[in-house]
């Protein structure tokens, strides 16, 4: 069941026969659309962000999270520019020893085009649009 919720923003939530939709209003520049079909198991999620206030002098991060308790060992996989796919392990570097400095930025990776964790049963793919 698709539940709309969100504090101190616009939001907007639509339930038809064939699908759940919010739209959510961040500020002036963040913006998000998510949209659950019937019979699927997909979730749709478009972000519109942009442009960037910049007069502020303050560098900006604009991430999506997604938890999921899928036991993944802390193993993911990513593409690599578009070719192949490459397995990652959180605080994990394959051809170095590696120290943690900063737990989330470090385990960043550019995905162009998917990334998921899996277990035994179940996985979870995020596929980019762009």
Request: one cysteine or more.
């Amino acid at each position: 069941m698709f539940s709309c919720f969100f504090i101190d923003h616009y939001r907007t939530c639509i339930k038809t026969n064939l699908v759940q939709s919010a739209w959510i209003t961040f500020n002036n520049w963040t913006s998000q659309e998510i949209n659950i079909y019937e019979n699927t198991t997909t979730v749709e999620v478009e972000w519109t962000v942009g442009p960037i206030p910049i007069d502020d002098n303050k560098g900006k991060e604009v991430i999506i999270r997604f938890d999921t308790d899928i036991p993944n060992q802390s193993k993911y996989y990513t593409d690599a520019n578009g070719r192949e796919v490459l397995e990652r392990i959180r605080n994990h570097r394959p051809t170095w020893n590696y120290t943690v400095f900063e737990n989330v930025s470090a385990n960043y990776y550019p995905v162009n085009s998917r990334i998921w964790i899996k277990d035994q049963q179940r996985q979870f793919t995020i596929l980019t649009g762009r």
